[in-house]
């Protein structure tokens, strides 16, 4: 073999080896299936959990009923007893043309905090009994 094709062999084998390890370009993606309204609104629902998060306020609000309920007819009087003067939540104080509902936001103060007590207890419950 002469020097000249000794060189254009070498040049060949240099060449197959930079085809080698030069990168192929990526073939481009497959464009995604087209989805129908139908799957797209499903796959909402499962994505974000909407169910679960109906039930949550269904049971939420009716939860709220009770607690409110509990407050209201059970709870209350007591404090209603404890406290002279009776109906203690129409206190009205007026000071010049200004009317202040005392009573009202004292009533909604000691009903806000009984609800979030009774509420902390009921939780501090379930989570002892391993709900979730």
């Not at 000794?6 to 080896?17: D, F, P, R, V």
Request: charged fraction near 20%; hydrophobic fraction near 55%.
């Amino acid at each position: 073999m002469s020097a000249k094709e000794q060189q254009e062999k070498m040049l060949e084998e240099l060449k197959a080896i930079r085809e080698l390890l030069t990168p192929k370009p990526t073939p481009a993606p497959a464009a995604p299936a087209k989805k129908t309204f139908m799957q797209e609104f499903m796959d909402f629902f499962n994505k974000y959990g909407v169910i679960g998060l109906a039930i949550a306020v269904i049971i939420g609000g009716a939860a709220g009923k009770l607690v409110t309920a509990l407050v209201n007819d059970l709870l209350m009087p007591i404090v209603a007893v404890v406290i002279p003067g009776g109906d203690w939540r129409t206190i009205v104080t007026y000071v010049g043309p200004i009317k202040f509902l005392f009573g009202d936001f004292i009533g909604a103060l000691v009903d806000f905090i009984l609800i979030a007590l009774i509420v902390f207890l009921m939780m501090k419950r379930l989570s002892k009994s391993g709900l979730k």
